[in-house]
């Protein structure tokens, strides 16, 4: 991928209909569930820190892209991963970025080859299988369940969404942190190569 990459995005911006700036973006879907997520935290001796822990089998997700060049990461919160609610996040990402064209790097999950029409400014491009490691917004998804799911138990779905949409609005808002953690300097490259 690392090699072959800026030669893919040369191919695919050839075969945008309108020649526009281009944005590469990786995407990716994580569940979120009130299933606690204990890790150790720090407290002064003798104290030793209660808590809570939880197994509910109650889930939303995330789906979420990154783009490394300049840290812009969009998201959106849907109840499940399917063709439907892919095609509706793809159409969000089109409606973002409406004068440019984007090229998003995607893994080969069967609901990112389901039928749905893509927008005229956006077209997908397949990691490798099995390479999950390629993906920077594995890492986005890291730094958000460290930072804000790590020993929370959730009353309700509701409230494990709000606190979902807070932590996703917060590295939206946040270009820099996203840029530091998804800038991997092959990505760059072959982003600047490619155009």
């Keep these: 991928m690392e090699k072959k990459l800026p030669g893919d995005l040369d191919q695919i911006v050839a075969s945008f209909a ?18 606690s997520d204990t890790c150790y935290c720090w407290a002064k001796r003798p104290i030793r820190p209660m808590v809570q822990a939880m197994l509910t089998h109650q889930y939303t997700y ?15 919160v849907l109840p499940q991963v399917n063709g439907h609610c892919m095609g509706i996040f793809i159409n969000e990402i089109a409606r973002r970025y409406p004068h440019e064209n984007v090229i998003m790097v995607v893994d080969g ?29 594995e890492h986005i998804w890291d730094e958000l369940r460290e930072k804000w799911f790590h020993n929370t138990v959730f009353v309700s779905l509701d409230a494990l969404e709000d606190q979902l949409v807070r932590g996703l ?5 946040n270009p820099e942190s996203m840029r530091s953690i998804a800038g991997w300097d092959w990505i760059i490259n072959s982003a600047s190569n490619g155009n």
Excluded: T
């Design 18 to 35: 309108k020649a526009q700036p281009m944005r590469l973006m990786f995407q990716d879907e994580a569940r979120f569930g009130r299933i």
């Design 169 to 173: 609005k917060y590295l939206e808002d």
């Design 62 to 76: 995330a789906y979420g892209a990154v783009s490394p060049m300049d840290g812009r990461f969009d998201s959106l």
């Design 109 to 137: 999950a069967g609901w990112h080859k389901a039928d749905f029409e893509l927008p005229d400014n956006l077209k997908l491009h397949f990691l490798p299988p099995y390479s999950p490691e390629l993906n920077p917004q």
